[in-house]
């Protein structure tokens, strides 16, 4: 009888691991992130969490300031993957083709991503520094006058979103380029046949068949770009001001601090 219910349920048995094993890793901590967001909670405190109901969602719909960290968190995400995705297919195009030390120049490339955040914040603060800057130098060099590039607040968004693309455009080139290895050769033969140019090949079968490898990769970008936190906060802190403000350092340096101390104020 046990023998007949197993044999009956078995997919469902060895899956249960799997099974357990989401539940614990992910469900459990959105759960409990939502259920201690309608609590007012000090983790440095040692009094346990009072409810309060919707007040945190409240306190935060009427701050002007998550409205504009909002803003600059869609501005800097969509923006900068928008470019990410466009070097990254035509990087991937050019890198497709055979050519002397293609691997060690794969192998320079993907440098970036695998850098630590901090130091690339630390060498791009050396770069954007106004007066010996390897960026105003550049500028001068063109004829173009310095730029403030991470403490002027019309150029500071922009410039992380500099480092991002220059940090991440290697990622969406080495998924794009994983997907170009796996396209079929009959349509460009029958193209070439055909008479079509290589732009003509690229714009009309190339792009069309990469379209769910782009999607995939502007997805995991944007999951990504969306959570940013250490190269803002190591860079600028959100500054100068709340010019590069994202909703994750409003709540790591701003909402925090502010709605413990309203708390303690009241009480």
């Known amino acids: 009888m046990a023998s007949s219910w197993i044999d009956k349920n078995i997919r469902h048995i060895f899956s249960l691991p799997a099974v357990l094993f989401v539940a614990l890793m992910v469900v459990f901590p959105l759960v409990y992130t939502g259920w201690i967001s309608f609590h007012e909670w000090s983790m440095s405190g040692t009094t346990p969490p009072k409810w309060v109901g919707f007040d945190n969602y409240m306190y935060l719909l009427k701050d002007s300031r998550f409205w504009i960290s909002a803003w600059h968190t869609l501005y800097y ?17 050019l890198l497709n083709r055979n050519f002397a030390f293609k691997n060690v120049v794969k192998t320079l490339f993907l440098l970036p991503m695998v850098s630590t955040p901090v130091a690339i914040a630390m060498v791009w603060m050396l770069i954007y520094e106004p ?3 390897f960026a105003n130098y550049i500028l001068g060099k063109i004829g173009i ?3 403030l590039w991470l403490t002027s607040s019309d150029t500071v968004l922009h410039s992380l979103m500099i480092i991002d693309i220059w940090e991440w455009t290697p990622m969406v080139t080495l998924i794009v380029l994983a997907g170009m290895t796996t396209l079929p050769h009959e349509p460009y033969e029958s193209a070439l046949v055909d008479g079509a140019t290589r732009w003509q090949m690229f714009w009309k ?3 069309p068949m990469l379209v769910p490898t782009i999607i995939v990769a ?3 970008r944007m999951i990504d770009a969306l959570k940013t936190f ?20 409003y709540g790591r340096i701003y909402c925090l601090s502010t709605r413990t101390a309203a708390y303690y104020e009241e009480v």
């Open 145 to 147: 006058s310095p730029q």
């Open 205 to 207: 079968i190339t792009i």
């Open 77 to 93: 995400s969509f923006g900068a993957v928008i470019v990410e995705v466009i070097f990254g297919v035509l990087i991937a195009v």
């Open 230 to 249: 250490d190269i803002i906060y190591a860079t600028t802190q959100g500054g100068p001001g709340t010019s590069s403000e994202t909703l994750n350092t």
């Open 131 to 133: 007066t010996v800057g």
């Open 218 to 220: 502007m997805l995991l």
